[in-house]
């Protein structure tokens, strides 16, 4: 392994070579794209102002904790795990903490109701100022640096510190510039290549379809890029191994509740994203089942969404004893209709009732 710290400006599929940034060309006969996605930028007026930061790697990461141990102020802005945490990592430093919201709850897009203003609860009670329907007109510079925020209502709220959440775009710029097919990322086939024969792509840019079907998606889940790398390196390697997609799930900590989201989970439009954020799958929301239920176990809550004859996505909020069984129900695809009727008529034995199930199937599920 030759390990070199260059930019690629260009790949010549037909020549089947790589144009380094130092003028150096190497020789592929495999060649895989995993340039990952970056966040997407404020577009407001001062938006450049020293303060005002991302969160696309560890160097960024270290300046914003730098920067908490010397500001007493800071907003937030955007929807999903990664703007909570950032929320949440600055008020645990001691920093005042605003946390604008453009719309009227807590990632809408895959949160229902009731489990965004569970969260909302939980920030609110420790302190953390919530402003719902909330945007930054534009960020106000005091000596040299930001020094506030004025939102679209025209109030002026004073802070040191603006962290931006808002989304991510795949970094498509290399694939573009060779004239490999690129949509919202690279598009790829069921065996992960590209439109430039021996040219795969796994991670964050690639757009996959599942070898069984359905519309090409972008997840930023850590399970599908090692799932993806796996499968595209045994292609390039001259396997025919198709991508299966794994149950797009994840697990992350929402104001101090441990929280599964897997699946199909539907949900509604979220005005705090542009795109898809890191730590979603465009796969939990491709339309779930016609019906769900809820079920409450102490401050634990879990919400399943069904079709006629399977569990297609569940978020599990509190107690995860159930988070394991609920993934393989999901991805063997079990018929469940045997309890589903009794799933919706008593949802306040919805633990009880799936671990029966889950139990009578006798290893298949454990």
Excluded: K
């Excluded at 007026?45 to 960024?60: C, E, F, K, V, W």
């Amino acid at each position: 392994i030759e390990r070199i710290a260059d930019r690629a400006t260009l790949i010549r599929p037909d020549a089947q070579r790589v144009v380094l940034a130092s003028g150096r060309e190497l020789p592929y006969d495999r060649l895989l794209l995993a340039t990952g996605a970056r966040s997407i930028p404020p577009d407001f007026p001062g938006a450049s102002l020293p303060g005002i930061h991302l969160l696309d790697g560890l160097d960024q990461t270290m300046e914003i904790l730098r920067q908490a141990r010397r500001r007493t102020r800071a907003v937030v802005v955007g929807g999903g795990s990664t703007a909570l945490e950032m929320v949440e990592g600055l008020h645990a430093r001691g920093v005042e903490t605003h946390y604008f919201l453009r719309g009227g709850r807590f990632w809408s897009r895959t949160l229902d109701p009731e489990e965004s203003a569970l969260v909302e609860a939980r920030l609110a009670a420790a302190g953390i100022r919530l402003h719902h329907r909330t945007e930054v007109a534009r960020a106000l510079e005091r000596r040299g640096r930001l020094g506030g925020v004025q939102t679209t209502t025209g109030a002026i709220v004073p802070c040191e510190l603006l962290c931006v959440a808002t989304g991510v775009r795949p970094r498509t710029e290399l694939a573009r510039a060779s004239g490999i097919a690129v949509d919202r990322g690279l598009l790829v086939d069921q065996y992960l290549e590209t439109s430039a024969p021996g040219i795969h792509a796994a991670g964050d840019v690639a757009q996959v379809r599942d070898a069984g079907g359905g519309p090409a998606v972008l997840d930023t889940l850590w399970a599908s890029a090692i799932t993806q790398g796996r499968t595209a390196g045994e292609n390039m390697a001259g396997a025919r191994t198709a991508y299966r997609r794994p149950v797009p799930l994840n697990v992350t900590c929402l104001a101090g509740l441990v929280t599964t989201v897997m699946g199909d989970v539907g949900g509604e439009a979220d005005p705090d994203l542009i795109t898809i954020t890191r730590g979603q799958s465009e796969g939990w929301h491709l339309g779930h089942g016609p019906a769900s239920v809820t079920g409450h176990q102490g401050p634990s809550r879990i919400r399943l969404c069904l079709s006629e004859r399977e569990l297609t996505g569940a978020v599990v909020m509190g107690d995860q004893s159930l988070a394991g069984t609920l993934q393989q129900l999901i991805a063997e695809r079990i018929d469940i209709t045997p309890i589903r009727a009794e799933l919706l008529r008593h949802p306040e034995r919805l633990g009880p009732t799936l671990t029966r199930f889950a139990d009578s199937l006798r290893g298949r599920v454990a």
